[in-house]
């Protein structure tokens, strides 16, 4: 049976820090809102194999930790959403995360990344790449980088990926809570574009349909040499650009996308990459 209070969806959000929290919290904050979700704070206490689950909690659980989530529990509080939190003793972090989100029947997850450089066979860290291939429900990443400033202006970039769908979504129930404008932007190879001009801004037009409604939606449509160099220096003029992970064919690409994966580590500020759940059978029949 789930763990939940309510029969209100649970907006799950791991925290590690004071300071991935409180950033986490502006973005969880306004997705509730918009969404009538209930927020829970997760907080995965790693255990080493020497000991047993219930002596890590015994012997490894700081009170910083404790005090962090409630912090943190407050904040969610404070704002009208209702929260509660989570302690979860796991032998590593992704394996609290994901059964974390299986156990409580989470909606969706946000997860904060801070943009470290990749190493090999790692796209963003070892504990989320394994949440992304995983997760059992919708996963938004934040890229926890620079200080969130106020959000007046919001960059939705449209490749008409698979999950570009639930960037766009997203994109529109945060600029409604911020009262902010959206573009939505479509880079294509000048040399060898996927999309015909027309096709590329009948793509804009259904995303722009996700996106309502919203204060204000412009479409722009970019020609360029570099696509992913593009998106990245478009993200300087935005308070939080939103990209849905992109479709690839080799095995690293199918858990993220090259250039959902580059923009979203260079990019100027606040960027959120948005990856929905589909069940194996769905990702199996658009492999083959």
């Not at 969806?9 to 004071?18: F, Q």
């Not at 470290?116 to 980088?145: F, M, N």
Request: hydrophobic share 40%; charged share 25%.
């Amino acid at each position: 049976m789930a763990d939940s209070i309510t029969d209100t969806k649970t907006l799950l959000v791991p925290i590690a820090s004071e300071e991935t929290a409180e950033r986490q919290l502006d973005m969880a904050i306004g997705l509730a809102r918009e969404r009538s979700y209930r927020i829970r704070l997760l907080y995965v206490l790693e255990v080493p194999p020497q000991l047993s689950l219930q002596d890590g909690r015994r012997y490894l659980l700081e009170e910083e930790t404790e005090t962090v989530l409630e912090a943190a529990a407050n904040r969610v509080e404070a704002a009208g959403v209702p929260v509660d939190q989570r302690i979860r003793m796991a032998r590593d972090v992704a394996a609290g995360i994901v059964g974390g989100a299986t156990a409580y029947e989470a909606a969706e997850l946000l997860l904060g990344w801070r943009g470290r450089p990749p190493r090999e066979q790692v796209l963003l860290g070892s504990h989320l790449d394994t949440v992304l291939r995983s997760a059992p429900c919708d996963l938004l990443v934040e890229r926890i980088k620079t200080p969130t400033p106020k959000i007046e202006s919001v960059l939705v970039g449209v490749a008409g990926g698979p999950h570009d769908a639930y960037a766009a979504e997203t994109a529109g129930a945060i600029a409604r809570q911020h009262d902010a404008s959206v573009t939505l932007l479509h880079v294509y190879d000048a040399d060898d574009p996927d999309l015909s001009r027309a096709e590329a801004n009948g793509l804009l037009a259904r995303t722009a349909a996700r996106v309502e409604p919203a204060p204000s939606v412009t479409r722009e449509l970019v020609a360029a040499g570099d696509v992913a160099g593009t998106l990245t220096d478009w993200t300087a003029d935005y308070d939080v650009t939103f990209l849905g992970t992109s479709r690839g064919g080799l095995l690293r690409r199918r858990v993220l996308g090259t250039v959902s994966e580059a923009v979203g580590r260079h990019a100027a500020g606040t960027v959120v990459l948005a990856k929905r759940h589909e069940p194996a059978s769905s990702r199996l029949r658009r492999l083959f």
